[in-house]
């Protein structure tokens, strides 16, 4: 390797690494905490078979499901301005990854609710607990177990996924190593170094996730 | 102290159910037969409001409700005053057997926990099973989990226990230790109904027995009587295929 190519990667590595602290961490976490959020919910009603929102939420799911990532971050970022909507990059980038996150997660988390038996639902009816009781108390408890290696996955995809919001000006890792190949002309060597960090970032979690595993154990069973 | 009058339930066409009533008395231990597909499950369920009764009426403490048009609110209180045991035992796969005991108690009755524990533990003492307070479902026997399950339908203190089928999901080396616990409560004057296919149970325990047969209670005497003479036909050739 030439000086000059190893210069070049070591001085660009905390140029990279910085953004990816700044924003594609960030990014990720805000966007997973509030699509959780809204995954549950809307897995609570279609669980709960709530009218007309059911119908809702299948079409909401429908939707995000079937349309790419990148097409609706344009939706949002250079689209809605036309109807006067006019978003700052980050917070729309924070938008279309919770509704997406949101609305895979959803369909994971419905699954993982229906996988508790109905036995125990009755068995919580006929110890005198209300709906609420048995869903907080009972099936969603078991719930998040079942859903937790699915549930770590999506969030490894999302450290990925937050890499196309380069393409509504988010200056996060890969917009970062854009502009420095824009300067030194040197993408192979400098992309290999940007995805060697979303590897390492994506490395971490999936440990963190073994340990988790670990520690919830599965109710006595191992 | 219980009545229920005229349930019925219809399934897609199939009447499940037709006009049952039943009178249960204070300390009854009611054994229910019946040859499989008779509606014993379907009229235990509709009486704990797991299932809903198309027609029927129900007085308990004096008051009588709709079993079809029952307000949640009326059933979670009835509920509260009554315990289920499941086939399949249904324990919180999540909780201890500790944990499992006195959920209904700090959750649905908002018991404070310390008073909780201790009744959860008596209640467990009770069935047998002082050693196994933090064992999780999936650490018990068969037998032991459904002694669980009699705990949680006990620990309440329940004015009826209704049993459906509780030894017949069990390992035959299984059965004598729950049904030795259902004993005990029978003879501590505990309120039952109980569907079974345990003719020694309700031979020897129960002191009624209700026959039911394609949706229908056949006959409703005391136990003795139901063995010593059965009179219908239907209940001799029952009675003939078990002990074959
Ligand atoms: N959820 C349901 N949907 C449709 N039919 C049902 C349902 N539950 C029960 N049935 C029907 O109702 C009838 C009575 O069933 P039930 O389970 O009450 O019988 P059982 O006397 O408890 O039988 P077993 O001794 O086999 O447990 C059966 O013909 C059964 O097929
Ligand atoms: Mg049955």
Redesign the interface.
């Known amino acids: 390797m030439t000086e000059r190519l190893w210069n070049i990667l070591t001085d660009s590595f905390l140029k990279i690494l910085v953004p990816g602290l700044q924003m594609t961490i960030p990014l990720t976490i805000i966007s997973f905490a509030i699509g959780m959020v809204i995954a549950l919910v809307v897995a609570m009603i279609q669980v709960a078979e709530i009218p007309g929102l059911k119908q809702l939420c299948r079409f909401y799911v429908w939707i995000i499901r079937g349309t790419p990532l990148l097409v609706q971050l344009y939706v949002v970022f250079y689209g809605l301005p036309r109807l006067g909507v006019l978003i700052d990059p980050f917070p729309a980038a924070v938008i279309v990854f919770s509704i997406s996150v949101g609305a895979y997660d959803s369909e994971t988390m419905r699954a993982a609710i229906q996988s508790v ?1 109905k ?2 639902i ?9 709906y609420p ?1 048995i869903m907080r ?2 099936v969603l ?2 719930a998040f ?1 079942t859903a937790f290696p699915p549930l770590s996955n999506s969030l490894i995809g999302l450290v990925k996924d937050t890499s196309l919001a380069a393409n509504i000006t988010v200056l996060e890792m890969f917009m970062a190593t854009q502009r420095i190949v824009a300067r030194t002309y040197e993408p192979f060597a400098l992309y290999l170094e940007v995805a060697l960090i979303y590897l390492i970032f994506c490395t971490v979690l999936t440990k963190v996730q073994s340990v988790c595993e670990k520690r919830l154990g ?4 191992r | 102290m219980i009545d229920y009058e005229n349930i019925s339930k219809v399934y897609n066409d199939n009447r499940v159910l037709k006009d049952v009533s039943l009178h249960i008395n204070k300390g009854d231990v009611v054994a229910v037969l019946g040859p499989s597909g008779s509606g014993k499950t379907t009229m235990l369920r509709c009486m ?3 299932e809903k009764a198309d027609v029927g009426t129900m007085t308990f403490d004096g008051k009588k409700y709709d079993l079809h048009g029952i307000s949640k609110k009326n ?2 209180a009835i ?2 005053k ?3 045991v ?1 086939q ?1 035992y ?6 201890t057997a500790l944990q499992n005991v006195t ?2 108690l700090v ?3 908002k018991m404070p926990k310390e008073q909780a524990v201790e009744k959860g533990k008596v209640a467990l003492d009770k069935v047998g099973l002082s050693d196994r307070y933090d ?5 018990l026997s068969g037998g032991q989990q459904q002694r669980v399950g009699i705990a ?2 006990l620990v ?1 203190d329940p004015e009826i226990i209704y049993f459906d089928e509780p030894t017949s999901a069990l390992d035959p080396e299984l059965i004598g230790e729950v049904l030795l616990v259902m004993r005990r409560l029978a003879k501590e004057g505990i309120t039952m109904v109980v569907v079974t296919h345990e003719m020694s149970f309700a031979r020897d325990v129960s002191n009624r027995v209700v026959f039911m047969e394609d949706g229908e209670i056949l006959k409703d005497v005391p136990s003795k009587e139901f063995f010593e003479n059965p009179g219908d036909d239907r209940i001799r050739n029952f009675l003939r295929t078990l002990t074959s």
């Open positions: 038996s036995g125990q009755e068995a919580g009816y006929c110890v005198g607990m209300s009781q108390r009972i408890p078991q177990r599965k109710y006595g069973k | 704990n409001f797991l059933m979670a509920r509260k009554t315990g289920f499941f399949r249904n324990l919180f796969l999540n909780k959920e209904g959750i649905a009755r064992f999780y479902p999936s650490q949680r339908a309440t």
